[in-house]
């Protein structure tokens, strides 16, 4: 089973901490957020790593030399880290991802691993992780749901609706739906390069597929 995380973006919102190092390589207890997301996935079955980089990229290849010898790695270069979203490390990973089940993961998150878990056993072909809440601030990053079909039915900055969530930045696909991904992510890029990665799922909703969510729990631990 394969990862692919995005560690490619030069961390603005944690400026000026991030002028020397990517936010994934914040240390928390002794250890870079990335470390903990890694063990993670190793431990729910992952053998396959896939990361986008961009931003001071060779700290982040030390970073993995020093602590994972023995993963199996691949490295994707964002070269327009500078001036377009996550959603063009997205695309740039399709040559990873494509015919194969993987996690697609932001690089910057903690997260217990029970929602790994959870997204696996949801046995679905497409599924993200969300947290169902009532209350959002005006023009905050918004997921609409539905909730009998447990679908996605938009995402974006202001959304309205009955039954609203936020994004948590986790989800994971079937190889049966990784061409779907694909030709998401290639239509996104031509219509808004400069668009987040979970606009790739939002492309497929408006395209007439699903994208299933899984709720959060208060037992399910995540922060950004």
């Not at 400026?15 to 020397?20: C, H, L, R, T």
């Not at 994972?68 to 063009?88: A, W």
């Not at 309205?160 to 994004?167: I, M, P, S, V, W």
């Not at 668009?195 to 299933?212: M, R």
């Amino acid at each position: 089973m394969k990862a692919l995380l995005l560690v490619a973006g030069r961390g603005v919102r944690v400026k000026p901490i991030s002028d020397s190092m990517p936010k994934c390589l914040l240390p928390l207890n002794g250890k870079p957020l990335l470390w903990y997301s890694i063990q993670n996935l190793l431990r729910v079955g992952v053998n396959d790593f896939c990361f986008v980089i961009g931003y001071r990229a060779p700290q982040i290849r030390h970073f993995i030399h020093v602590y994972y010898t023995n993963i199996r790695t691949t490295y994707i270069l964002n070269d327009k880290y500078k001036n377009t979203q996550c959603g063009y490390s997205y695309y740039k990973a399709i040559p990873f991802f494509l015919h194969h089940d993987f996690f697609q993961l932001e690089g910057d998150l903690l997260y217990t691993k029970s929602i790994l878990h959870k997204l696996l056993r949801a046995n679905k072909p497409i599924v993200y992780a969300v947290q169902r809440k009532k209350k959002f601030k005006s023009g905050e990053y918004t997921v609409s749901i539905n909730p009998a079909a447990r679908t996605i039915i938009k995402m974006g900055y202001g959304i309205k609706g009955k039954f609203l969530a936020e994004a948590k930045g986790i989800g994971f696909v079937k190889a049966e739906a990784s061409e779907q991904i694909a030709k998401a992510a290639r239509g996104l890029m031509r219509k808004q390069p400069n668009a987040y990665s979970d606009l790739v799922y939002q492309w497929i909703t408006d395209h007439g597929g699903a994208t299933y969510y899984l709720s959060l729990r208060g037992e399910d631990y995540w922060y950004e």
